[in-house]
């Protein structure tokens, strides 16, 4: 057929034509999806190990630096504190007549100009310095302090997710084993050998697998987001299938004394310092302070005898009068004092509370060293065999499907018990050398 434009394609050479067209989409939009998706979504993620974690929380975390800006701005003061008032100029006129004349009718008319220095009581300034240079201290002290506690906080979460991946794996690893269970457990259901409970046991056990998976999910999503508040998006990428090599520890004596020197406490010192110079400081205020002023006063016109007037210089000295401290020094000294007391009381409270916590985690690290090497030695191994004979005498007419359940879901606790155990001793470590002041 044609037309008055030429002769119309046949339907083979149409479907040829879209072929094209649809070949020449599909490329289009893969290379826009090239363009807009980059190929990082298509790579695996590159897993994240702990020490990398640890780097990434510690870079630029903004707390510490918030309390190491406060301590540079506390030693700026500590300067100014130092430093003498600043001294007053005074300009002025004195004895002008107001009932007539100028400034030459009358000998004591004067302009004057003059210069005053204030001198703070005692050593007040000295005092002022060292207390502002103690807090500045007890800042920086306690930016030290947070960096370790930031450090036991990724070191946990990082743990807990390792924990909760690693027991994912496990559990994936076991599904096949519960698969073939039911698979035998029908099997020998079809030919007489077994009843229908066992059957529904088994399938109901793999459900059970199934929201155990859920579970693991759920709460590895956790640990990342808890792990998120120090490394941002990095913190759920995996985890790294290895956990750091911490299965020695110091003598507790030598852990005791390194708590002598952690920051926290060293802060609690720094603050007690603080007050003891606020003390002084209220003892000072109990002494007087002065002022002196130096002053030059001019005077113009002449003498009877003609000779011009004499200009002036005055030198004089303010002193305080601290007579009425019941109310009011008195008083700053008794709240200085209190405030001293508490501080000392609060670093003694604190270095208990390290104290008695180091001990217990010392103690518990001991005993998940010991339980580890029990289920290194035996109770992998036990729970192994043990669910392999359950499920041969099951086979075999000779044992119970209730034993070869509970023979599998032992050895999967166990197994997860393992890590478990694992994990807790390693997040004892990370707690313990944060009081013991362990090297990373």
Do not use: C
Request: no cysteine.
């Amino acid at each position: 057929m044609s037309s008055i434009y030429g002769s119309w394609p046949d339907s083979q050479v149409v479907r040829r034509m879209q072929w094209r067209l649809t070949i020449i989409h599909l490329s289009l939009a893969v290379l826009v999806s090239a363009t807009l998706f980059p190929a990082a979504h298509a790579q695996p993620q590159v897993p994240l190990t702990l020490a990398e974690a640890e780097d990434i929380a510690l870079l630029n975390e903004p707390g510490q630096a918030a309390m190491l800006a406060h301590a540079a701005a506390l030693l700026e003061q500590s300067v100014a504190a130092g430093q003498l008032p600043d001294p007053k100029l005074k300009l002025g006129l004195a004895n002008y007549p107001i009932n007539g004349g100028n400034f030459t009718t009358e000998g004591m008319t004067q302009g004057k100009i003059g210069v005053r220095q204030a001198f703070p009581r005692g050593k007040s300034l000295s005092l002022s310095t060292a207390r502002l240079r103690a807090r500045a201290l007890g800042h920086s002290e306690g930016a030290a302090a947070r960096a370790r506690d930031v450090l036991v906080a990724t070191r946990v979460s990082w743990l807990e997710a390792y924990y909760w991946q690693r027991a994912r794996q496990i559990l994936i690893e076991a599904r096949p084993l519960f698969n073939d269970l039911l698979t035998i457990t029908r099997s020998m259901y079809s030919v007489g050998r077994k009843t229908q409970y066992d059957v529904l046991r088994a399938e109901l056990e793999l459900s059970r697998l199934e929201d155990r998976l859920i579970v693991a999910d759920r709460s590895r999503a956790t640990a990342q987001a808890a792990l998120s508040q120090w490394l941002g998006n990095e913190a759920y990428r995996p985890a790294a299938l290895k956990l750091p090599a911490w299965d020695k520890l110091p003598l507790l004596e030598i852990l005791q004394q390194n708590l002598d020197s952690h920051p926290s406490l060293q802060a609690a010192a720094a603050a007690v310092v603080a007050q003891q110079a606020a003390v002084g400081l209220a003892r000072e205020a109990r002494k007087p302070g002065w002022a002196l002023d130096l002053g030059y006063g001019y005077r113009d016109g002449y003498l009877p005898n003609g000779e011009p007037r004499s200009d002036f210089v005055s030198l004089s000295v303010t002193v305080d009068l601290p007579i009425f401290k019941k109310n009011r020094q008195d008083r700053k000294l008794a709240a200085a004092l209190s405030e001293r007391r508490a501080a000392i009381s609060g670093k003694d409270r604190l270095a208990a509370q390290l104290k008695s916590k180091l001990d217990s985690e010392y103690a518990r690290w001991t005993e998940q060293t010991r339980r580890l090497q029990l289920y290194e030695a035996e109770i992998l191994r036990l729970t192994e065999n043990q669910a392999e004979a359950a499920m041969l005498a099951y086979k075999s007419d000779a044992g119970d499907f209730a034993d070869v359940m509970r023979g599998y879901i032992d050895n999967l606790n166990t197994r997860l018990d393992y890590i478990r155990l694992q994990v807790e001793r390693a997040q004892g470590y990370a707690v313990l050398a944060n009081l013991g002041g362990l090297p990373r």
